[in-house]
């Protein structure tokens, strides 16, 4: 997934506030999605905030693609899906994601913690108009370039290369399903002698 040409940190830092976030028209069908329709509208009127309705061409990909390298910060709130390929995106641009949502399940965060290159808000606090804005506004200049280093590091663990190469996207869920085998095999085996077959979860 080649992204091209990132910024380099100074340059970002000394653009404005620039979160870049998109919105896909058919994620209303959940309540996630919903959320995303509210904050489209609460960030309608931020002239620093570039968020997007889009659908997935081949010419909005590539606009998408660079507002994500000249962006401080990316909007990624939760959607019909766990995690989306925004994310992956984001962090590959060196994007420091603006991840909402209550609950979210983050690809490989066995391995990768996310607390050092991305900022969470919930619900919540993403629909009160005006915090999140000014939350980042005020966000240290020194903590975001520590995270825009660590995402230069670690952002190869999300690039998908054919033929796939050593620490990347595809290694990377391999390496998921060879750590989550043992448990699912463990289970099966247990679950074929056991008479009441969930008594291991609860004696834990």
Not at 98 to 120: A, C, G, H, M
Not at 158 to 178: S, T
Request: glycine fraction near 4%; charge should be positive.
């Amino acid at each position: 997934m080649g992204m091209g040409k990132t910024k380099c940190c100074c340059d970002k830092w000394l653009s404005p506030l620039n979160i870049f976030g998109t919105h896909l028209p058919r994620t209303f069908r959940k309540d996630e999605g919903i959320v995303r329709l509210k904050l489209a509208k609460i960030l309608a009127g931020y002239e620093d905030v570039h968020y997007e309705r889009s659908v997935a061409t081949g010419e909005n990909i590539k606009a998408s693609s660079q507002g994500m390298r000249s962006s401080k910060f990316c909007l990624h709130p939760a959607g019909d899906t766990p995690s989306s390929c925004r994310l992956f995106d984001a962090i590959v641009s060196h994007c420091v994601p603006v991840i909402v949502s209550d609950q979210i399940e983050l690809p490989f965060e066995d391995e990768i913690d996310y607390t050092r290159f991305s900022i969470f808000y919930s619900f919540k606090e993403a629909l009160e108009p005006g915090y999140m804005v000014k939350q980042l506004r005020d966000f240290p200049k020194e903590k975001w370039m520590e995270m825009w280093r660590h995402l230069k590091n670690i952002s190869h663990h999300f690039e998908f290369q054919y033929p796939p190469k050593k620490e990347d996207a595809v290694n990377m869920l391999w390496r998921q399903v060879k750590h989550k085998l043992p448990a699912v095999k463990l289970a099966t085996h247990r679950s074929r002698r056991m008479k009441i077959p969930d008594w291991w979860q609860r004696k834990r």
